[in-house]
């Protein structure tokens, strides 16, 4: 037999969970952060929490860090999001239908993406991945359920061209993450989104590695749109194409720099370069300091919103009170 206090507590918990699922509507289902059973498994990816960093840059006054825990994604990673969008808006129009098989190249995060929910809606998975490989990386995969051909080149370009011959020998779907708008869309609808509401619009900047560069476009395209004041900002390795393209203001210079088409550099304000012990120095520090293991990557970009910190003055952290600084921290690997 239940108590009147328990059962008192329980219609409270059911009153608020039904007011929770009300206001969802607001942001859409793909936001709901008010429904405890799940359809499916795939409903797990996207409402990633923001956690605050206690004592990873304390030492600024009027600067809060958060970190966007993209690492709770199903697979470890936020390319989940991408590998979701892409496959939705392949069947939305057509070029995804049941039975067909989807073509990979290489082995990282989106290639265990794409694998998993390949698995999970039915469609075979075949990943070309580079000869440099390691076995490790090979078995991941195949534990996911690709079928994976190690080839015998490291060409990004010759990868392409076998991948290619295999989507049109098999008749096949082949993501491009760096081409397709459902890249930077998703996260315009959900990952900035959720941004945005969990601060309650106290949002100063958000900073994030480039990767393919939909994330950061999605996001800050969002972000820019609720608050011009939004600071967008990118922290990478001093070679990488979108670290030139920032370094450089010469426009014939930036034209010869390939980016990818789902990347926007005008929404971009600052970029920092980060070293690799500088980035292993702050992942090191979020383990021991914050009890938060994530990938290497992750430390770049803590070094990044570091460094940006210096850089605010008085008058925008008590504009703010306090400056909000989101850290997008897309992995765990």
């Known amino acids: 037999m239940i108590d009147p206090i328990s059962k008192g507590i329980d219609d409270f918990g059911n009153s608020l969970l039904q007011a929770l699922n009300n206001v969802q509507g607001i942001f859409g289902k793909e936001l709901s952060v008010a429904k405890p059973i799940k359809d499916n498994v795939l409903q797990l990816i996207g409402n990633t929490p923001l956690i605050r960093l206690n004592q990873?840059?304390?030492?600024?006054?009027?600067v809060q860090f958060y970190l966007k825990a993209e690492f709770l994604n199903p697979t470890g990673s936020a390319k989940d999001r991408t590998a979701i969008a892409m496959v939705l808006d392949a069947e939305k129009r057509g070029k995804l239908k049941k039975g067909m098989p989807i073509i990979l190249t290489g082995a990282r995060s989106s290639s265990v993406s794409f694998t998993w929910i390949g698995k999970v809606k039915g469609y075979p998975v075949y990943c070309l991945v580079p000869l440099t490989t390691s076995p490790e990386r090979v078995q991941l995969l195949r534990s996911y359920g690709a079928d994976v051909t190690v080839t015998n080149t490291s060409d990004p370009i010759k990868l392409a061209e076998l991948a290619d011959e295999k989507a049109k020998k098999l008749g096949g779907y082949l993501p491009d993450e760096l081409e397709n708008p459902a890249?930077?869309?998703?996260?315009?609808?959900?990952?900035?989104?959720?941004?945005?509401?969990?601060?309650?619009?106290?949002?100063g900047a958000v900073i994030s590695?480039?990767?393919?560069?939909?994330?950061?476009?999605?996001?800050?395209?969002?972000?820019?749109?609720q608050d011009r004041r939004v600071k967008v900002i990118i922290a990478g390795k001093q070679n990488s194409p979108f670290m030139e393209y920032g370094k450089t203001d010469n426009p014939k210079e930036r034209e010869r720099i390939k980016l990818p088409a789902v990347y926007d550099p005008k929404l971009i304000d600052h970029y920092f370069h980060v070293t690799k012990d500088e980035a292993l120095h702050l992942q090191a520090d979020l383990y021991e300091k914050e009890g938060i293991f994530a990938g290497l990557t992750t430390g770049t970009v803590i070094t990044g919103a570091l460094r940006f910190s210096e850089t605010l003055s008085d008058v925008e952290k008590n504009e703010r009170n306090p400056f909000n600084i989101v850290i997008l921290s897309p992995d765990r690997d």
């Open 56 to 62: 990873i840059g304390s030492e600024y006054s009027g």
């Open 183 to 203: 890249n930077p869309n998703f996260h315009f609808k959900t990952t900035g989104p959720e941004i945005w509401r969990d601060l309650q619009g106290k949002v």
């Open 209 to 225: 590695a480039p990767g393919s560069g939909g994330a950061i476009t999605g996001i800050g395209r969002y972000l820019k749109s």
